[in-house]
């Protein structure tokens, strides 16, 4: 290995415990290697390397580490694979869209199928409608990051369908009876359906601050007990379920495609199924539609006792009840593919003898650098922390800047920087705005002027082809911030005349039509301030931080610079940032 000298089993000074180096392998320099660390043979290794990650490649490249995932119940370690771009099928893609232009196809709407496993052009089973359910929450606690990011996936996807013209059915459930909130119930000493009411509350609360729209249909477990029923009766009538002692159980090895959606085979799901050993079940991975209760436990009454759904039957029964035996697209995080959403396929198959979901849609996992955020894991992770500190649009804006698919690292330093691109944004529609207020002056041509037209021309069409595109919120981001880049290149020209008024005047209406579709950028820039200064506590209100600027006009009158300098470092302290124009002073946020 490089840098540890010629002694044979020389250990390199910077290896952690448990490493496996693989043959031909180099390490350059002191570079760390952590703890239960793996090196691929010939891999060459320039960067430090975290503990349990995987190493490949010359350079090494990381193609897995152990990450804190975002899960239904909360972060979890796992180990994960890194996604790793593959240039050569990018390229074959955008050979493939230029076609399609040539050939007139442009805007054919693609969405990538779990299913499947490919991207496949977007054809509802009604033309011009789409049915859509995404598995909402289980409410017995706070929502936390994990959530948000499906919630805000799923609102942007129906948004951007409703802009294209489709009539959208959005269906998103709360599971509201369940262990988790019987125990919840049990630990606050108040009933389940208190527990249950309380946290669909509050989910409603952050979703509101979120920007989350509600969906068409928002039903409840509890609310579709004879359709649950109903379809147990007739899993059991067909032969594909089994009851025990009360308890109702799916018959896995009698559903031949069991396992197509998460690409497992079954003694893989036996081992990653995660159930407790039942010795009453034929086989360990077969799951529970409808559970018997417990002394003191809620409960409806049923043909086999009383009793109250299992967690996958409930998505079952309410997404048939509200659009039908077979849904054009169904979504939620990608820990539900197994075995919630594989399970749920499974029965609803069964039922209706029809295929269930013709686009099963997935979004990716929220990692989090414990480091960056938190000493301690504590709550902080949930939505009403993280508001705490950053404005709601900030974090929106930061659950859209990845495409949806992609995981995300989450940590105090991204929103940083998802505010700072915010930030940008306000202020460029701050300088067009004072651009407009000014009268017309002579025309005066500007070199940046034909750029400026060339990228509004195109602005439209590059953002639906990217939203077109799997929904590629971050491409599209890529694209307003190309046009907010050439706008303010515009600006710096200092142009002048009606021409460029009108050209600022139609960059500023077609940015304004991004509100409505992802859901940001709709403030006007003062209150994107007014809402800075309440995430980040700035201890003056605006009428103070006026008064301070009316002192320092008063001192530079007097010809008085110390004291107008020290009442500027004084608000700078505070992060309040003042800029002197022709026409006065203007403060932001800094």
Same mark, same amino acid.
């Given at each position: 290995?490089?840098?540890?000298?010629?002694?044979?089993?020389?250990?390199?000074?910077?290896?952690?415990?448990?490493?496996?180096?693989?043959?031909?392998?180099?390490?350059?320099?002191?570079?760390?290697?952590?703890?239960?660390?793996?090196?691929?043979?010939?891999?060459?290794?320039?960067?430090?390397?975290?503990?349990?990650?995987?190493?490949?490649?010359?350079?090494?490249?990381?193609?897995?580490?152990?990450?804190?995932?975002?899960?239904?119940?909360?972060?979890?370690?796992?180990?994960?694979?890194?996604?790793?771009?593959?240039?050569?099928? =990018?390229?074959?893609? &955008? #050979?493939?869209?230029?076609?399609?232009? /040539?050939?007139? +196809? %442009?805007?054919?709407?693609? *969405?990538?199928?779990?299913?499947?496993?490919?991207?496949?052009?977007?054809?509802?089973?009604?033309?011009?409608?789409?049915?859509?359910?995404?598995?909402?929450?289980?409410?017995?606690?706070?929502?936390?990051?994990?959530?948000?990011?499906?919630?805000?996936?799923?609102?942007?996807?129906?948004?951007?369908?409703?802009?294209?013209?489709?009539?959208?059915?959005?269906?998103?459930?709360?599971?509201?009876?369940?262990?988790?909130?019987?125990?919840?119930?049990?630990?606050?000493?108040?009933?389940?359906?208190?527990?249950?009411?309380?946290?669909?509350?509050?989910?409603?609360?952050?979703?509101?601050?979120?920007?989350?729209?509600?969906?068409?249909?928002?039903?409840?477990?509890? =609310?579709?007990?004879? &359709? #649950?029923?109903?379809?147990?009766?007739? /899993?059991?009538? +067909? %032969?594909?379920?089994?009851? *025990?002692?009360?308890?109702?159980?799916?018959?896995?090895?009698?559903?031949?495609?069991?396992?197509?959606?998460?690409?497992?085979?079954?003694?893989?799901?036996?081992?990653?199924?995660?159930?407790?050993?039942?010795?009453?079940?034929?086989?360990?991975?077969?799951?529970?539609?409808?559970?018997?209760?417990?002394?003191?436990?809620?409960?409806?009454?049923?043909?086999?006792?009383?009793?109250?759904?299992?967690?996958?039957?409930?998505?079952?029964?309410?997404?048939?009840?509200?659009?039908?035996?077979?849904?054009?697209?169904?979504?939620?995080?990608?820990?539900?593919?197994?075995?919630?959403?594989?399970?749920?396929?499974?029965?609803?198959?069964?039922?209706?003898?029809?295929?269930?979901?013709?686009?099963?849609?997935?979004?990716?996992?929220?990692?989090?650098?414990?480091?960056?955020?938190?000493?301690?894991?504590?709550?902080?992770?949930?939505?009403?922390?993280?508001?705490?500190?950053?404005?709601?649009?900030?974090?929106?804006?930061?659950?859209?800047?990845?495409?949806?698919?992609?995981?995300?690292?989450?940590?105090?330093?991204?929103?940083?920087?998802?505010?700072?691109?915010?930030?940008?944004?306000?202020?460029?529609?701050?300088?067009?705005?004072?651009?407009?207020?000014?009268?017309?002056?002579?025309?005066?041509?500007?070199?940046?002027?034909?750029?400026?037209?060339?990228?509004?021309?195109?602005?439209?069409?590059?953002?639906?082809?990217?939203?077109?595109?799997?929904?590629?919120?971050?491409?599209?981001?890529?694209?307003?911030?190309?046009?907010?880049?050439?706008?303010?290149?515009?600006?710096?020209?200092?142009?002048?005349?009606?021409?460029?008024?009108?050209?600022?005047?139609?960059?500023?209406?077609?940015?304004?039509?991004?509100?409505?579709?992802?859901?940001?950028?709709?403030?006007?820039?003062?209150?994107?301030?007014?809402?800075?200064?309440?995430?980040?506590?700035?201890?003056?209100?605006?009428?103070?931080?006026?008064?301070?600027?009316?002192?320092?006009?008063?001192?530079?009158?007097?010809?008085?610079?110390?004291?107008?300098?020290?009442?500027?470092?004084?608000?700078?302290?505070?992060?309040?940032?003042?800029?002197?124009?022709?026409?006065?002073?203007?403060?932001?946020?800094?």
């Amino acid at each position: 290995m490089g840098g540890t000298g010629k002694e044979k089993g020389k250990r390199h000074p910077t290896l952690g415990d448990h490493v496996v180096v693989g043959t031909g392998a180099k390490i350059l320099g002191a570079v760390t290697i952590g703890n239960h660390a793996k090196i691929g043979a010939n891999a060459v290794v320039l960067e430090p390397v975290a503990d349990y990650s995987i190493v490949v490649g010359v350079p090494g490249k990381i193609i897995k580490k152990k990450v804190l995932r975002m899960m239904e119940e909360g972060p979890v370690e796992s180990l994960a694979r890194v996604h790793m771009p593959d240039p050569v099928e =990018e390229k074959f893609r &955008e #050979i493939e869209k230029r076609l399609e232009k /040539l050939e007139g +196809k %442009g805007g054919v709407m693609r *969405v990538y199928n779990t299913l499947s496993g490919n991207k496949e052009k977007l054809i509802p089973l009604s033309p011009g409608k789409i049915g859509m359910y995404a598995c909402g929450v289980t409410v017995y606690d706070l929502s936390h990051i994990g959530h948000a990011r499906s919630s805000i996936v799923f609102d942007v996807i129906r948004r951007y369908l409703t802009f294209k013209g489709l009539a959208v059915k959005y269906v998103r459930n709360f599971t509201d009876i369940d262990d988790k909130i019987i125990n919840r119930a049990r630990e606050e000493g108040i009933t389940w359906d208190e527990v249950a009411r309380k946290y669909t509350e509050q989910y409603y609360r952050d979703m509101d601050r979120l920007g989350v729209a509600r969906a068409d249909v928002e039903p409840k477990a509890t =609310e579709h007990i004879p &359709e #649950i029923i109903t379809i147990v009766k007739t /899993l059991l009538d +067909k %032969g594909y379920a089994y009851a *025990v002692d009360g308890d109702v159980y799916f018959e896995v090895q009698k559903f031949p495609d069991y396992g197509k959606l998460s690409k497992r085979d079954i003694s893989e799901m036996l081992a990653g199924a995660r159930v407790e050993v039942d010795e009453r079940k034929k086989s360990p991975a077969d799951f529970a539609l409808w559970k018997s209760s417990k002394p003191g436990e809620p409960s409806w009454d049923s043909p086999w006792g009383p009793g109250r759904p299992g967690w996958h039957i409930e998505c079952t029964a309410m997404s048939m009840k509200h659009i039908g035996e077979s849904l054009d697209i169904h979504g939620g995080g990608a820990d539900l593919i197994f075995p919630h959403h594989e399970n749920e396929l499974a029965q609803s198959e069964t039922y209706s003898g029809k295929p269930f979901v013709k686009y099963w849609v997935h979004n990716g996992f929220i990692t989090i650098d414990r480091e960056k955020m938190s000493k301690s894991l504590g709550n902080f992770f949930t939505i009403r922390e993280i508001l705490d500190k950053f404005d709601p649009e900030v974090v929106r804006f930061f659950l859209l800047s990845t495409h949806y698919r992609s995981p995300i690292e989450f940590s105090d330093e991204s929103l940083r920087e998802a505010e700072s691109s915010l930030d940008r944004y306000y202020t460029t529609v701050i300088r067009i705005e004072d651009f407009l207020r000014e009268g017309v002056e002579k025309e005066r041509p500007s070199a940046e002027e034909t750029s400026l037209e060339e990228n509004l021309a195109a602005f439209m069409n590059e953002f639906s082809e990217a939203m077109d595109d799997d929904f590629n919120t971050a491409q599209a981001l890529g694209h307003i911030f190309e046009l907010i880049r050439e706008t303010n290149r515009f600006l710096d020209s200092r142009p002048s005349g009606q021409k460029a008024r009108d050209l600022l005047a139609k960059t500023r209406d077609v940015l304004s039509q991004l509100a409505s579709i992802l859901n940001i950028f709709n403030k006007r820039p003062e209150e994107w301030y007014d809402a800075l200064m309440q995430s980040k506590k700035i201890p003056y209100t605006k009428e103070e931080i006026l008064n301070k600027i009316q002192q320092r006009q008063i001192a530079r009158q007097r010809k008085d610079w110390a004291a107008a300098d020290a009442i500027r470092k004084e608000l700078e302290q505070h992060r309040i940032i003042l800029e002197d124009k022709k026409d006065g002073t203007r403060w932001k946020v800094g």
